[in-house]
């Protein structure tokens, strides 16, 4: 069955990096776009960054921008997140999430969530 | 980046009422819109996509209507378990892009 595995957070320093992961099973990476998506405590659901079925696109949220890296490796069926300069205000649980396309395009599938703390 | 704005941020009702929750778009999105319900501690679940189509395994009190800019989620008969925050999501074009949630609580 489907499944989508994040690991990777924890507690970091301000200006420091961090690499999240997530382990996908079921279905494979590269026919699905794949998002990032952030939920700071207590607040909404805030997508971070996205890459396209063919990895050919990627897109950042304005905030990110120039800082997150957004990746796969189709042998590993994984997807990353690699976050540098990391910010107080980056501190949320981050979420994997695959996006099925498609007239009924919706995030059909979630990981569990990992938590990032940006904290000195 | 299209915007989505929903309202009530916040209601709270008791088991058995009719619940409504409305969204709205910066601009017309068809009927590319999706509702997430998600519990505390939990990753947020797919309820409704398309605009009115029940996800597999969702009970039948939630309904989903709307296409364009505006659109609702109604719950019927509020359930003991459907205490939780609801998402509204567009997907007519990348990135897609979530309202700000509306948490249903308990009156």
């Known amino acids: 069955q489907v499944q989508l595995v994040e690991s990777g957070g924890g507690v970091v320093q301000p200006g420091r990096s961090l690499r999240l992961s997530c382990a996908a099973s079921?279905?494979?990476?590269?026919?699905?776009?794949m998002y990032w998506v952030r939920q700071a405590p207590g607040k909404g659901l805030q997508w971070v960054a996205v890459?396209?079925?063919?990895?050919?696109?990627?897109y950042y949220t304005d905030s990110v921008k120039g800082r997150f890296t957004i990746s796969r490796d189709s042998s590993k069926n994984t997807l990353y997140l690699q976050m540098n300069s990391l910010r107080a205000d980056d501190t949320a649980i981050y979420y994997c999430?695959?996006?099925?396309?498609?007239?009924?395009?919706?995030?059909?599938?979630w990981g569990q969530g990992t938590l990032v703390t940006v904290s000195s | 980046d299209i915007q989505m704005t929903q309202s009530p941020s916040s209601l709270s009702a008791s088991g058995g009422d009719r619940v409504t929750i409305t969204c709205r778009a910066s601009?017309?999105?068809?009927?590319?819109l999706n509702w997430y319900q998600q519990k505390p501690g939990k990753a947020p679940e797919l309820l409704i996509y398309?605009?009115?189509s029940l996800q597999g395994g969702v009970p039948s009190r939630f309904s989903g209507s709307g296409s364009g800019t505006d659109f609702t989620l109604t719950i019927s008969s509020l359930q003991p378990e459907d205490f939780a925050t609801y998402y509204c999501?567009?997907?007519?074009?990348?990135?897609?892009?979530f309202g700000q949630g509306t948490k249903v609580e308990i009156k």
């Open positions: 601009q017309s999105i068809s009927r590319y």
């Open positions: 999430a695959r996006d099925r396309g498609g007239y009924d395009s919706a995030f059909d599938y």
């Open positions: 999501q567009q997907t007519y074009t990348a990135p897609r892009t």
């Open positions: 398309a605009a009115s």
């Open positions: 890459i396209s079925f063919d990895g050919s696109n990627k």
């Open positions: 079921g279905f494979s990476l590269s026919s699905f776009a």
